[in-house]
């Protein structure tokens, strides 16, 4: 009897150590932390993350990779007329994602120039190579810079780029540590059952994906605190029933 109490108990025991485990799964610079229990759809769930850059901003991206594009982007210029910037329509991005287009065609100047993502938030300009653009991966903003005044041409501002199914970024914002490390929690979006990527990414070009299971029985509000009194509750009745003595 006492054999099979101690065998209950390892196994007991063991499932519930399992499910306080947390999966990691390293992308890109970072690494991200996630629950490995599955979670219900519109809880609360923790996510950390290590290995970003420091005092940097970072968007989280729930679900697959999407394709996105944007045209005739709304454009604001500054003073000088030597910079311009806008927002494409879906963010976070993957870094090294974003192409913008500049065609001035309509406005009589006839150029057309590329600033293509380098992976660390600047764009690299098509008519010398040197790095004349910025893009803000968690907000989608972007900015570009010309060597002239080009105040009353009208431009056409087109965008390319790779997002998520879903922007999980909490709504008060996330920025790390100096050591590059931040601690939040995310909403899980309303989706069906399975496995779901989640990715973090920090305004430099780190990055990090983990996967996140999804179950739509799991009761709304059951946290993984309230999963670990259960299986205690489990483990001290099912001791208590093994080491019963039989009736006779």
Do not use: C, H
């Amino acid at each position: 009897m006492r054999l099979r109490t101690k065998t209950y108990l390892i196994a007991v025991t063991a499932f519930s150590l399992f499910s306080l485990s947390l999966a990691s799964i390293a992308g890109g610079a970072g690494s991200l932390t996630l629950p490995s229990t599955p979670q219900a759809p519109g809880g609360s769930v923790p996510v950390s993350g290590t290995g970003f850059n420091s005092t940097k901003a970072v968007g989280i991206g729930f679900g697959a990779e999407a394709a996105g594009s944007n045209t005739n982007m709304l454009y604001n210029g500054t003073a000088d007329g030597l910079t311009w910037s806008g927002r494409i329509s879906k963010y976070p991005i993957k870094p090294g994602s974003f192409i913008l287009t500049s065609d001035t065609t309509a406005g009589g100047a006839g150029i057309v120039s590329t600033y293509t993502d380098r992976g660390d938030g600047t764009t690299t300009w098509s008519y010398d190579g040197s790095t004349m653009g910025t893009i803000n991966y968690v907000t989608g903003q972007w900015s570009r810079t010309t060597t002239v005044d080009v105040t009353g041409i009208a431009a056409n501002y087109t965008a390319t780029y790779i997002s998520y199914q879903y922007n999980a970024t909490p709504a008060a914002g996330v920025t790390t540590t100096a050591s590059g490390t931040f601690a939040t929690s995310i909403t899980v979006p309303t989706v069906t059952n399975g496995i779901y990527n989640v990715t973090a990414i920090d305004t430099g070009g780190n990055r990090a994906v983990a996967t996140l299971t999804v179950d739509v029985t799991i009761p709304e509000g059951l946290t993984v605190g309230v999963a670990v009194l259960l299986s205690s509750f489990a483990v001290v009745a099912g001791s208590r029933y093994f080491r019963k003595p039989p009736r006779i």
